[in-house]
């Protein structure tokens, strides 16, 4: 397990809200929302950045997407979400621990990538 904050909310010594839990991720809401949804979803591996991973972590990578898009129904935003990886700190990653962004709730201005 990771030595992050991920690792230890998935270790159960950082409280959280979760949403979501089975044996591969978590999905929890993110403790500073930068829109009316934003949720986390986090593998129980500790994989540092998205390039990190391998090939043998190919299912891991699309069970991530498809808890999102459930997580996303459930959150009532399922018509209209994005999915953001940071990844590395130029991009903005914080929390060295692979995580899916889910952000919803938002005006998505048709065509443009940034909100
Ligand atoms: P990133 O910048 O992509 O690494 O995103 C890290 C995210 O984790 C940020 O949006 C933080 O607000 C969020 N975060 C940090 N600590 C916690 C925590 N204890 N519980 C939930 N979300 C957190």
Do not use: W, Y
């Not at 397990?1 to 809200?17: A, L, R």
């Not at 953001?84 to 709730?105: D, R, S």
Request: charged share 20%; with cysteine.
């Amino acid at each position: 397990m990771s030595d992050t904050v991920f690792g230890k909310i998935i270790n159960g010594d950082i409280p959280c809200d979760l949403l979501h839990d089975d044996e591969h991720c978590i999905a929890i809401n993110d403790i500073s929302p930068k829109a009316p949804v934003h949720v986390l979803v986090i593998p129980k591996k500790g994989i540092p950045r998205l390039v990190d991973s391998t090939l043998d972590d190919q299912a891991l990578l699309g069970h991530l997407m498809l808890v999102a898009g459930k997580v996303a129904r459930e959150q009532g935003v399922g018509d209209a979400f994005r999915l953001v990886v940071n990844n590395g700190e130029g991009a903005g990653q914080t929390v060295f621990h692979l995580h899916v962004h889910i952000l919803g709730g938002l005006n998505f201005p048709e065509g443009q990538l940034a909100g």
